[in-house]
């Protein structure tokens, strides 16, 4: 039976269409649902609606069913309505009569915000370590590697002389910028809609920051209605950060593509991570930094979907909104994935100076000889067009002299490795500060006698 279920059976074909992918996106939140039915028995208890009797029996009922959810022995299957009603079809085959009154004051709608609000903020967490792992290696690449110098490019062309360490500091930089970002976002979607109910409110007495508190959620979301408004939105704004996050990683992989072409021939990557072809023997293709290239265009495909189908429905649930599930948690893992191959793939590349320096090429130092002319009192444009109308009289001279004196806060002689490894130690006290609240919370709630 359905928690609508009355008198009239829903057309199976129908039924189908409604819920099949919506049940096994369902299996995704079932230890979520577990741990907010467990926060709404205690409030209930707390409030007298349940008694402690009650309360313990269905709270023995709900970790019964999160160690089958472990076990993977929980999952919905073609005729269950979604996880809500499973749990609560569960309770009441398995205790009794609290099964039946666990629903009280709260909705399905409420439900499912409460659940994948949860496992959102799961997800980011899960982001925002794998961005710190990328960032710590992109920190010791560029340690390591700090004096060899590369091209700078501009329009596809050669430029000025760069380095490999200014270049992975770049990544650095931006990878924490994008951090910064995520965690404001976390910010606006730690607050518990539970107790909005279908959004407009319970109506009887119920503690709303008692629930927030017990689920590790910083603030409740007061506004019932917002609470309904808001879902679509806030999937929107954290996949907009996952956008930011895979932008760092699509540059990245797209400088590798190009720096180990055969043309440039810049940096080797290790066999593990290339395939071959079924025609040419020779071919050693790095098909992983494409396929990472790639995964920015999926997630702005998932961000869309979220970012629009909230619009044009009027306030209040809409069932348009059911939609915006799949697309935020497969957008989320997607950005996890992404940030851990990242990590691979810069492990596996190694700079080869010989042919980095080989391609230092005189005509890239033209700016820096007009530079020495100002210094000697030419003025700048001058100097310009003097360098310019003599390109191929200017000298080589080795790359390491320029990149050395150039010492500029964050350029080649002046890195700031250090300032950035202050910078990202900050970024992972928060998250161990963050994580470890929220985490705690819910094993609290999913073992016996946790308060």
């Not at 057309?11 to 230890?31: H, S, Y």
Request: charged share 25%; hydrophobic share 40%.
């Amino acid at each position: 039976m359905k928690l609508w279920q009355n008198k009239t059976n829903l057309n199976k074909t129908v039924e189908i269409f409604e819920t099949k992918d919506d049940l096994v996106l369902d299996n995704q939140i079932a230890i979520f649902d577990v741990a907010a039915t467990i926060a709404h028995g205690k409030m209930l208890a707390k409030m007298g609606i349940l008694s402690k009797q009650e309360f313990e029996s269905a709270h023995n009922g709900l970790l019964a069913i999160a160690q089958l959810i472990k076990e993977q022995k929980f999952n919905l299957e073609m005729g269950d309505e979604d996880i809500h009603t499973k749990i609560e079809n569960y309770l009441t085959q398995h205790v009794g009569e609290v099964g039946k009154k666990i629903h009280t004051g709260r909705s399905r709608n409420d439900q499912v915000l409460t659940a994948l609000r949860l496992l959102e903020k799961q997800k980011i967490f899960e982001i925002w370590q794998q961005a710190i792992l990328l960032t710590e290696l992109f920190l010791e690449f560029a340690e390591k590697y700090k004096t060899i110098p590369m091209p700078g490019y501009t329009h596809m062309q050669k430029a000025m002389p760069y380095s490999v360490g200014a270049w992975a500091v770049s990544f650095v930089s931006g990878l924490l910028d994008s951090l910064e970002v995520l965690e404001k976002s976390l910010e606006v979607i730690d607050q518990s809609p539970l107790g909005s109910a279908a959004g407009f409110g319970a109506p009887l007495k119920i503690d709303k920051n008692y629930t927030a508190k017990l689920l590790g959620f910083k603030n409740v979301q007061i506004n019932s209605l917002s609470c309904q408004n808001s879902r679509g939105k806030l999937e929107a704004i954290i996949l907009a950060d996952c956008i930011a996050l895979l932008t760092d990683v699509n540059k990245f992989a797209s400088d590798i593509l190009f720096f180990t072409t055969n043309e440039c021939n810049f940096f080797t990557v290790d066999a593990t991570v290339t395939t071959g072809s079924s025609i040419m023997p020779q071919k050693k293709n790095v098909d992983l930094a494409e396929l990472l290239r790639s995964k920015i265009h999926v997630v702005l495909g998932n961000y869309l979907t979220c970012a629009t189908l909230s619009t044009n429905v009027i306030s209040g649930f809409n069932r348009d909104l059911q939609d915006s599930k799949r697309p935020v948690i497969e957008g989320l893992q997607t950005t996890i994935d992404s940030l851990a191959a990242t990590q691979i793939l810069l492990s596996s590349i190694t700079p080869k100076e010989k042919e980095l320096t080989k391609a230092i090429t005189p005509e890239m130092l033209a700016a820096h000889k007009a530079v020495e002319l100002t210094q000697k009192g030419v003025a700048f444009r001058d100097a310009y067009h003097q360098v310019a109308t003599h390109l191929q009289e200017i000298k080589p001279k080795k790359a390491k002299f320029y990149l050395k004196h150039n010492t500029n806060l964050g350029d080649t002689g002046n890195l700031q490795i250090h300032n950035f490894k202050e910078k990202l130690n900050i970024v992972k006290q928060i998250l161990e500060q963050k994580s470890s609240y929220f985490e705690t919370s819910l094993e609290n709630l999913l073992q016996k006698g946790g308060e």
